[in-house]
């Protein structure tokens, strides 16, 4: 019986590595210090409110002001999401 050929493949040779890029970390060390004032600018605002019997911090906004505490207090969640 006739013998059969031997095929041969050709080794595998990865692709050449890519460099690994250099990520540059930012300097996030403003973001704690902006989040917490702005949730204690929000607090202190709804309180101040609350306190004063709507008369300040803006009289004007009435009940309004309720909405400003809480967009300071929500922009401070919204800085967080930058902490690493």
Same mark, same amino acid.
């Given at each position: 019986m006739p013998k059969s050929r031997i095929r041969k493949k050709a080794d595998f040779? %990865?692709? %050449?590595a890519k460099q690994a890029t250099n990520i540059k970390l930012t300097n996030r060390s403003w973001v704690a210090p902006v989040m917490l004032a702005l949730f204690a600018i929000g607090l202190v605002w709804i309180?101040?409110?609350y306190?004063?019997?709507?008369?300040? %911090?803006i009289e004007s906004l009435r009940n309004?002001?309720?909405v400003v505490g809480f967009g300071f207090i929500a922009a401070g969640f919204g800085v967080s999401t930058q902490w690493k």
């Open positions: 040779t %990865p692709p %050449p309180v101040v409110f306190v004063t019997d709507g008369s300040m %911090p309004w002001n309720i």
